[in-house]
């Protein structure tokens, strides 16, 4: 079965990086689109950003274009997402998601938390 496995997440200093994982089992990963979606406490669900199947091409939402960096390894079956110049309003539940845009992604990760605080 499809199983989605976040981690690498935790709290983080204004400023600071954390770069999440996503390991991905049950299905042929280098086939599939990948996304990257959070959800802030008390808000809805905001995609965050995409990477097609072969890596080369990535999308990002503009609140993280130029912070993020969205990466994966087909080889280790791996999604990533690097975060960098974190800021509070980045805090979220981090899921990883099979597919791309909101009628493609079918399967979903549990999340991972994000904390972005002094």
């Known amino acids: 079965q499809v199983q989605l496995v976040e981690s690498g997440g935790g709290l983080a200093q204004p400023g600071g990086s954390l770069r999440l994982s996503c390991a991905a089992s049950g299905f042929t990963f280098s086939n599939y689109p990948m996304s990257w979606a959070r959800q802030a406490p008390g808000k809805g669900l905001e995609w965050v950003s995409g990477?097609?199947?072969?890596?080369?091409?990535?999308d990002y939402a503009d609140s993280v274009k130029g912070r993020f960096t969205i990466s994966r390894d087909n080889a280790k079956n791996t999604l990533y997402l690097q975060m960098n110049s974190l800021k509070p309003e980045d805090t979220a539940l981090y899921s990883c998601?099979?597919?791309?845009?909101?009628?493609?992604?079918?399967?979903w990760g549990k999340g991972t938390q994000v904390t972005v605080s002094s």
């Open positions: 998601a099979r597919g791309a845009g909101w009628d493609g992604m079918d399967y």
């Open positions: 990477i097609y199947s072969d890596g080369r091409d990535t």
